[in-house]
């Protein structure tokens, strides 16, 4: 079923065994078509849609960007991403908890990653299954918001091990939350001490030009 015009694919995990391998062959394809493939993890609420749609509305002159939904159900955030005018699918997990590469690699038989420059991945919102699994991504991208608190990096490590960049997202409600800077980022170096770190708020704007540079920087280094 589809609503508001978003197509909805339904992908299980259950066909795919070996999905290291056709992580690989996803990245190397993505490679060969210059698709700069960013996989999304966060929380439920931690902002991923929100941070994307500012992402996407600084670069969308730039690059030609298309969305890839995961979610247990609903189409809500296609239809979020496709009224900011980007191209977006709906992927529904049939119960599972993340996206592997099999079920990213089926999803792009809908979704054919080669017409754009960049493709985000908004994987469905926990932070434990979607650090299990390689999608085939180019870059890991972990959202954690100041809501959650500064010890989500002691409780669930892999999360912060697997990513190369962490935003730290909503630091407009500094005033409400005891959210310590310097600690987050030591107990994310700890775990991965080259991972690039963001503080930013994706409903001011605050912090985004740094990392929207960055990401533009990394894009042009892989399609160079
Ligand atoms: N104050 C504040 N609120 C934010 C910020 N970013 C997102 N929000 C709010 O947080 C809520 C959840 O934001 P979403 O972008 O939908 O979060 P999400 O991670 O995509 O959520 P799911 O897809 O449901 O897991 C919404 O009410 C947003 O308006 C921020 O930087 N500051
Ligand atoms: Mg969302």
Known sequence: MSSKNVRV????RSVFATNDRIAEETREQMKR??????????SPGAGKSTTLLR????????FKIGVMEAD??????????????????QVH??????????????SLESFPSEEYDLLFLENVGNLVCPA????????????????EGDDK????????SVCQVVLINKIDTRDYFDFDDDAVVERIHALNPDCK??????KTGEGFDAWVAYLREEIKDYQA
Do not use: H, R
């Open 9 to 12: 694919i339904s992908v299980n």
């Open 93 to 106: 997990t049939e119960g599972e908890c993340a996206m592997n590469a099999g079920m990213v690699k089926k």
């Open 197 to 202: 770190i963001f503080f930013l708020s994706a």
């Open 132 to 147: 299990e699994e390689d999608t085939g991504s180019t870059m890991n991208l972990e959202i954690l918001s100041y809501p």
């Open 55 to 62: 992402t996407i509305s600084e670069l969308k002159e730039e």
């Open 72 to 89: 247990i159900d609903a189409t809500v955030d296609a239809e979020k991403m496709q009224a900011a005018g980007v191209d977006s699918i």
């Open 33 to 42: 078509d210059k698709t700069f493939f960013v996989n999304v993890m966060a």
């Open 153 to 160: 990096p002691l409780k669930y490590p892999l999360m912060f």
